[in-house]
Every structure is written in structure tokens, then in C-alpha cells.
């Protein structure tokens, strides 16, 4: 089993696991649906928050929906 490698910039919580290829392919204990890639450390916190912004702005939009969904519900 591959050693992996767990970092912190003292706010966000990362895993690196080495992939195959070359480089991590990161998660995050605070998130589970965080999943990215990254060739650096500095890279990976880069890319993890951006993916997290990704997963931000989704589960607004999904929210949004959910709740226009809800509120048609209640008008039938």
C-alpha cells in the first residue's frame, strides 16, 4: 500500500496519495466529495480550493433547486 501524506495550511486539511502516474491525487477529511489532482503541496491547496468553490457553487445551485421543487410542491 502506497504511503500517504496528510497536510495543513492551518484552515483547510489535505491527503495526498501518490499516484501511479506521477504526482497526488488529493482528498480532504473536512469534504469527501474534495477530490483532485496535483503535481506539488502548493499545487494541491491551490487546486483543492478551487475544487471547493466548484462544490460550493453546485450545492448552492442544487439547493436552489431543491427548494423551488419544495415550494411547487406545497402550491399543488
Do not use: C
Not at 502506497?2 to 496519495?17: F, P, Q, R
Not at 483543492?48 to 468553490?53: H, P
Request: aromatic letters at 4%; hydrophobic letters at 45%; a positive charge.
Amino acid at each position: 500500500m502506497a504511503k500517504s501524506y496528510t497536510v495543513s495550511d492551518g484552515k483547510l486539511v489535505l491527503v495526498l496519495h501518490p499516484a501511479p502516474e506521477g504526482g497526488y491525487t488529493v482528498t480532504s477529511p473536512m469534504d469527501p466529495e474534495l477530490i483532485t489532482e496535483a503535481e506539488t503541496v502548493a499545487e494541491a491547496f491551490a487546486m483543492a480550493k478551487d475544487a471547493l468553490r466548484a462544490l460550493a457553487k453546485s450545492r448552492a445551485r442544487l439547493n436552489r433547486r431543491l427548494l423551488l421543487a419544495g415550494s411547487a410542491r406545497g402550491r399543488a
